[in-house]
């Protein structure tokens, strides 16, 4: 009897002993998965930053600021049922997986019937875009494009643009005069070249008679004149600017819209030449979306938003996405609110490329919409104004030479 029970405490522990020993193999299985996926992803990711030459939409920078607040709510939620009190909205409900799962394999929205036929037209899907890095305001869009003629797409597929596009912009490209007469104080001799690629971009508040936004256009009031306002206030910071005056729908022959971005390269190269210090360049747009996603009232005063907008086609994006985030880091920090972030857009989105590899330091920046009124638009690029001096005076600073020891 004592025999028997000596057995069957043997034969527990031996259970016991099994058990435990299972679950140790599965903890060690679960461990050893783990470290893989993190040894995995580490590789990757340095392979995507020091390797690979990745596009904007395919960056995991891309995807985090893609992921909303209520995304981290909702996975909370799966485990404090209080949470979620709306199933509607609820990020994981199964009308939003379905959701999700069906555009992620089809690339078609099922809540927007455009999307079934948007990737097989050129040009229906331009307003599609990557965000790189969000601002903080309250009204989250994406930038919207407006094309009267068609896309660059369709005309370079029935005319492929030669290496030396003509016709040639003939407007005027001339150095910036600061109030006081003086030279910069401190960045160098025309440093900064602000031009404007889509040149009668206009506001209907300035418009007599116009309420259309696609009629929004005008040779006389557009535009321009807020890249001449950036350029004046980089010349009161002591930044050299140039300012291209050029309106390229009355001054070059045979003009077409699609061929917009080959008439400003021209208008580039042609600044660059004459001004070999150039190290900066802003190319200024009017945005096309409604007032309420291109507005923001800051201390009882309306400000027309900017977006950054980053060309995905060009192979070294990483660097110009770098300098448009100085800058944007500078304005969330002092006016929260009034940048929109930055966007990235590929050849299929937009133009793509948007003559960025003509310079790291090259940005778009879109100011405002058809709805805000030029005065608004100049209270932005004052503040705008504001922070590229700072970050090409803190440039500045970075590469001088350091002072040589005082010999005794």
């Not at 893609?66 to 981290?72: A, E, G």
């Not at 045979?254 to 021209?266: G, H, I, R």
């Not at 400000?303 to 996405?321: D, H, L, M, R, T």
């Not at 590229?388 to 970075?398: C, G, P, R, Y």
Request: aromatic share 10%.
């Amino acid at each position: 009897m004592k025999w028997t029970s000596a057995t069957l405490n043997l034969s527990h522990v031996r259970k016991t002993f099994q058990s435990a020993s299972s679950v140790g193999k599965t903890f060690f299985i679960l461990s050893a998965a783990t470290l893989a996926i993190f040894v995995l992803v580490g590789v990757g990711g340095y392979l995507q930053n020091k390797v690979i030459t990745t596009s904007p939409v395919s960056s995991m920078k891309s995807l985090a600021a893609s992921v909303t607040n209520q995304f981290f709510i909702d996975m909370l939620g799966m485990e404090v049922p209080h949470l979620n009190k709306d199933q509607k909205k609820f990020t994981f409900s199964q009308h939003n997986v379905f959701h999700f799962a069906f555009q992620f394999l089809t690339d078609i929205n099922p809540s927007d019937p455009k999307s079934l036929v948007a990737s097989e037209v050129p040009g229906m899907d331009a307003n599609k875009s990557t965000v790189l890095v969000k601002g903080s305001e309250a009204n989250p869009s994406d930038p919207v494009d407006y094309n009267p003629v068609s896309t660059d797409l369709e005309a370079e597929a029935k005319n492929p643009p030669s290496p030396t596009p003509e016709p040639t912009p003939t407007g005027t490209t001339t150095p910036v005069v600061s109030q006081t007469g003086q030279p910069p104080k401190s960045a160098g001799d025309n440093v900064a070249f602000i031009y404007q690629t889509h040149s009668n971009e206009s506001f209907l508040p300035e418009l007599k008679g116009v309420t259309d936004p696609d009629k929004a256009y005008s040779d006389k009031v557009n535009i321009i004149s807020v890249g001449q306002r950036l350029a004046q206030n980089l010349e009161k910071d002591g930044i050299g600017a140039v300012h291209s005056q050029t309106i390229y729908p009355s001054t070059v022959k045979n003009f077409e819209y699609p061929y917009s971005y080959k008439y400003s390269l021209k208008t580039l190269q042609e600044a660059s030449a004459q001004h070999p210090d150039l190290q900066y360049y802003f190319d200024l747009h009017r945005d096309s979306a409604a007032r309420n996603k291109t507005t923001v009232t800051i201390d009882g005063k309306d400000y027309a938003q900017v977006y950054f907008i980053i060309g995905g086609k060009n192979p070294n994006w990483k660097k110009n996405e770098e300098f448009a985030n100085k800058i944007h880091q500078v304005l969330e920090a002092k006016h929260p609110g009034i940048s929109k972030g930055i966007h990235a857009k590929e050849a299929s989105e937009g133009n793509g490329l948007y003559n960025q590899n003509f310079s790291p330091n090259n940005i778009l920046i879109e100011v405002g919409g058809p709805y805000n009124s030029l005065e608004e638009c100049y209270r932005t690029t004052d503040w705008l104004a504001d922070a590229i001096s700072e970050v090409i005076l803190n440039a500045k600073k970075v590469d001088a030479p350091a002072a040589s020891p005082k010999q005794s």
